[in-house]
């Protein structure tokens, strides 16, 4: 009944509203953070980052583990790679996947510009390419913090790549876990929802993970290898 309730309380305006607090109140950035995906864009990148109250919510959640290692899928002009690699242990290292040069060489800028590029690894090519070779070189169990943030529909084949490497407490997080600006959770009959249903369901349902969803922005799933 409350949930019902609720729903019905819910409209687009106050979804909106919602929105904007959330970056208004826990949104803040240092100044470099500001004004990188505005330089991003003006660079040609698309405007498709996380936003800054999500940038923090990575940060907390990374630093909640051991921080010795992360991969991110999906790097773009490098904005959550900063805030996950500020969450991590002092020599912790973030390894993240880039499709595009133009996209990948930028974030290396910005992760020098943001003194954290001796810690980040920028891995250029196909996610399906490269996290195999991952998976291969990386022992089970010594990933801490996993961020999906690349192709929507191909979710359920990174988690199947890189759920092993991923360590006893160690956590994986993944945006658009409830929707992006062309397709939401509600659409059933969509390809993208389709596949991102079946991602959340594999982390919901594996009895080595604890997961749940925060609906900040489009979503994030959070899950724990418990
Ligand atoms: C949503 S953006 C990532 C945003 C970034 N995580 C942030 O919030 O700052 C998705 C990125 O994934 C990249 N990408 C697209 N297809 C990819 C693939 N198959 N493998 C790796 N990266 C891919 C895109 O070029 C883009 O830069």
Do not use: C
């Not at 106050?14 to 470099?32: L, M, T």
């Amino acid at each position: 009944m409350l949930g019902k309730l609720l729903v019905m309380n819910m409209t687009a305006q106050r979804w909106r509203y919602i929105q904007e607090y959330s970056k208004e109140v826990f949104g803040q950035e240092d100044a470099h953070l500001s004004g990188l995906m505005q330089e991003a864009i003006a660079n040609g990148l698309p405007s498709i980052a996380i936003t800054a109250d999500v940038g923090r919510l990575l940060m907390i959640l990374a630093s909640t583990t051991r921080g010795r290692l992360a991969i991110e899928v999906g790097t773009l002009g490098g904005y959550s790679g900063i805030w996950l690699a500020r969450g991590l242990a002092n020599a912790g290292r973030l390894i993240t996947i880039e499709l595009e040069d133009k996209h990948a060489d930028f974030a290396q800028r910005q992760f020098e510009l943001a003194s954290v590029a001796n810690r980040i690894e920028i891995k250029r090519g196909a996610a399906l390419d490269v996290l195999p070779h991952l998976a291969e070189e990386l022992e089970p169990g010594s990933v801490d913090v996993v961020f999906l943030d690349a192709v929507k529909s191909e979710y359920p084949q990174y988690w199947t790549l890189i759920r092993n490497l991923i360590a006893k407490g160690g956590i994986i997080l993944a945006d658009n876990a409830l929707g992006s600006d062309t397709w939401h959770i509600d659409d059933e009959s969509d390809p993208q929802r389709i596949a991102m249903d079946k991602f959340n369901r594999l982390v919901a349902s594996d009895p080595e993970f604890e997961a749940s969803i925060i609906p900040l922005r489009n979503g994030v799933l959070v899950g724990r290898r418990m």
